[in-house]
């Protein structure tokens, strides 16, 4: 384990040391490294209080330092270093209403989420902490509550979103007890700020593979909670939105696509969660695209027309998309003949030399004033519009 902790990481742990305070990597990157894994960011653990931690090093973000969280840059890492805590009550079912700094590392495992992340490691001396069995759990893939389940769900309910996060991350389950309290808990959801469901969404969604976490959400009740519109009025059942979704690359604008594949307003449920605004709008236009593919015998020149609408650059997005649904059974069977010819026209037409738009014409609009002899305004811009239509039908 040791070779792969980069040297700044193991530095900010050694001076913690050197001057007397205890220091551990814990959390996420302990897991990762137990599983082979590169990890995206180190976590330290310390019984220094965070105006020690700050004195300490030269560059210093205060992150969170009322919850003992201060970011250390040093070379080029931005290291993660918590001061050893115990949180009080939970009042709001989202934080604690006051957290105590302590000097006991173990203390700090017992009150982090899951077994498996309630991991500390000393690098120095190569020595794990394991107070909850998080290590067996890990091998046994199993995503177990620290402590009694409901508890803990109810201290905070992102929590019921992190235990589907690991579960599909370790390809594992979430142990009997934690996953009857989560779902009879789901809809405390409600109290989480939607940034932060929609940050952890966020990573669910780029899962490889996804469906075992889609399943999860969707039977514990929590996806009903973040995407109510998947539970109205649809162009197609749940389940073939959730097949799309999963078929379809890791890639974040592709998989919101599927998974909102039969929506009727997915930009409306996208704004409500936070997404921005430009990611929402290019989830729902190509939502809106896949709604209007052709069902029926269409040629080359219906073609021309759609990827105009659809934008040459969502082609590829549009094909993946199409080919997801129809293998989630979005289509109905008898019109699948009928797409696949029009999807390759889409492509044919997408390597013809063809004005995708008015604006492509040769002819602009100074040319069409002087010949006809038309003043500026908007029937000038008409006159473009049907003299494209009629060159996308040769
Ligand atoms: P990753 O970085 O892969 O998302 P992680 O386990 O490092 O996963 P973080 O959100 O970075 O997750 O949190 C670091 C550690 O802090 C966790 O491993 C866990 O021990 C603890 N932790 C984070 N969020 C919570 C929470 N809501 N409740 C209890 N403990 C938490
Ligand atoms: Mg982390």
Request: proline share 7%; glycine share 8%; net charge neutral.
């Amino acid at each position: 384990m040791f070779r792969k902790i980069p040297a700044p990481v193991l530095e900010v742990v050694k001076r913690l040391k050197d001057e007397g305070h205890q220091a551990y990597l814990v959390g996420g990157c302990v897991r990762d490294m137990l599983r082979g894994l590169e990890p995206e960011d180190w976590d330290v653990a310390t019984s220094a209080v965070p105006e020690v931690v700050q004195e300490l090093f030269p560059r210093v973000i205060p992150t969170g330092v009322q919850f003992g969280t201060v970011t250390v840059l040093l070379a080029g890492e931005g290291i993660e270093v918590t001061t050893f805590r115990r949180d009080g009550v939970y009042r709001d079912g989202r934080r604690p209403s006051t957290v105590t700094f302590g000097t006991d590392v173990e203390a700090d495992l017992l009150r982090r989420d899951f077994t498996i992340n309630a991991l500390a490691y000393d690098p120095l001396e190569d020595r794990l902490l394991d107070p909850t069995g998080g290590i067996a759990d890990l091998k046994a893939g199993l995503v177990r509550a620290v402590g009694n389940p409901a508890v803990r769900f109810q201290e905070d309910a992102l929590r019921l979103l992190r235990a589907i996060r690991f579960a599909g991350q370790i390809g594992g389950e979430i142990e009997p007890a934690t996953w009857t309290a989560l779902c009879r808990l789901s809809s405390r959801l409600k109290l989480i700020a939607p940034e932060r469901i929609r940050q952890e969404m966020d990573k669910i969604l780029l899962q490889e593979p996804v469906r075992p976490s889609l399943d999860r959400l969707a039977a514990s009740g929590l996806l009903e909670i973040i995407f109510p519109a998947l539970y109205e009025e649809t162009r197609h059942p749940l389940m073939v939105s959730l097949k799309t979704c999963a078929l379809v690359a890791p890639v974040l604008h592709r998989r919101l696509a599927g998974l909102l594949s039969g929506v009727a307003d997915p930009v409306s449920q996208l704004l409500s969660l936070r997404y921005p605004k430009d990611l929402s709008r290019r989830v729902g236009h190509l939502v809106a695209c896949l709604a209007r593919l052709p069902r029926e015998g269409t040629d080359l020149v219906a073609a021309r027309g759609y990827l105009a609408r659809l934008g040459r650059e969502n082609l590829p997005d549009l094909l993946q998309l199409a080919e997801a649904l129809a293998g989630a059974g979005g289509f109905d069977p008898g019109a699948h003949p009928a797409i696949k010819s029009f999807l390759e026209s889409l492509n044919q037409a997408a390597k013809e030399d063809y004005p995708l738009s008015p604006d492509q014409l040769a002819l602009d609009g100074r040319d069409l004033m002087a010949q006809l002899g038309l003043a500026p305004g908007p029937l000038v811009g008409k006159l473009r519009r049907l003299l494209w239509e009629e060159v996308l039908q040769d």
